[in-house]
């Protein structure tokens, strides 16, 4: 996955044949732009071959992935976009924003030449009306970028003394590996124009809200959130995977001595057995003789000088 990203930023970076990757317009504009920018060329007297391709550089984009392998889920993150899944309806974060403020990250910014400043805040002042200035705004990079990790940007990335994981802006990424277990009930990845809007918390119940069986499907989710979302004028981009439902329990046994599935059902009782030596079983019950066979019993006479005893110990029952 550390090489796709890589990948990524080499391909933006030599050529736009990425834009062939892009889903076809079905409403024919862009095949009318294109239309029309080739008869245009073709009327053109001195028509000339198209400038040199030069990649985005002060654009480009975050980018989160999340690949499922078995029971395990791997995130991928570069840049301010956040992955979270829903565990027993608590949203927790799986992801990190790359912010120019952090320790680590400011120092490789000015390793690779850059520098980190903040947004002066204005506020206004406690006397006389005048106002003040505070550095404790946006951390960006050259006063410019506000995230430190991006695929693009690559005014960002022009130290050739460096490699692409140690410039100022990298498309490096941090993972993270978690185990789906059955409390899991989605995942979602959403740009930073959500989270102006809501919290991590409040996407996660915005989405328990829709996501009831036979109401709303995913799809249909992601539609509202973006909606709902849309007044942030901030990019607003929604991917929700929910997990399959936990399989419906198995019906119900009463198992012996596990009261908790009996649920006030008394268990059938057991077949009466009379086992030798073990008077408890008999419960008052002889059970009886198998068919065509005749128990015998030897009796034995006392001796001479023995006392008869009043009750033989086979003939004593349990009251």
């Not at 680590?104 to 030449?113: H, L, S, T, V």
């Not at 065509?292 to 019993?297: A, D, I, K, L, S």
Request: aromatic letters at 6%.
């Amino acid at each position: 996955m550390r090489r796709a990203f890589f990948r990524m930023d080499e391909l933006l970076e030599q050529s736009d044949e990425w834009k062939e990757l892009l889903p076809r317009d079905t409403s024919g504009r862009i095949q009318c732009l294109c239309l029309r920018a080739c008869i245009s060329a073709y009327h053109w007297p001195c028509a000339q071959p198209p400038p040199p391709y030069i990649p985005p550089q002060e654009s480009g984009s975050t980018a989160c992935v999340a690949a499922i392998r078995g029971h395990k889920i791997i995130i991928g993150n570069v840049g301010h976009s956040r992955c979270i899944i829903s565990k027993n309806g608590q949203a927790i974060e799986l992801t990190s924003e790359h912010k120019p403020s952090h320790p680590m990250e400011k120092y490789r910014i000015e390793r690779a030449g850059g520098r980190v400043t903040r947004d002066r805040v204005v506020l206004p002042g406690e006397a006389e009306g005048f106002f003040h200035q505070q550095g404790s705004g946006i951390s960006r990079i050259n006063g410019i970028l506000a995230h430190s990790r991006a695929i693009g940007h690559f005014a960002f990335k022009y130290n050739k003394d460096f490699p692409p994981e140690e410039q100022m802006v990298t498309c490096d990424p941090e993972f993270v590996t978690m185990d789906i277990t059955s409390d899991i009930e989605f995942l979602v990845i959403v740009s930073d124009g959500i989270w102006t809007c809501l919290s991590c918390q409040g996407v996660v119940d915005y989405i328990h809200f829709y996501l009831r069986p036979g109401r709303t499907d995913p799809r249909t989710i992601c539609q509202k959130l973006c909606d709902r979302c849309e007044i942030s004028g901030d990019n607003v981009t929604v991917i929700l995977l929910q997990f399959k439902d936990a399989p419906p329990p198995a019906p119900e046994e009463n198992l012996p001595g596990d009261a908790a599935n009996n649920r006030n059902v008394a268990p059938p009782p057991a077949p009466a057995e009379n086992l030798p030596g073990d008077a408890g079983n008999n419960r008052d019950t002889a059970a009886p003789p198998a068919p065509g066979v005749t128990e015998e019993h030897e009796v034995k006479e006392p001796e001479d000088g023995e006392e008869t005893p009043l009750l033989r110990g086979d003939a004593i029952t349990e009251a």
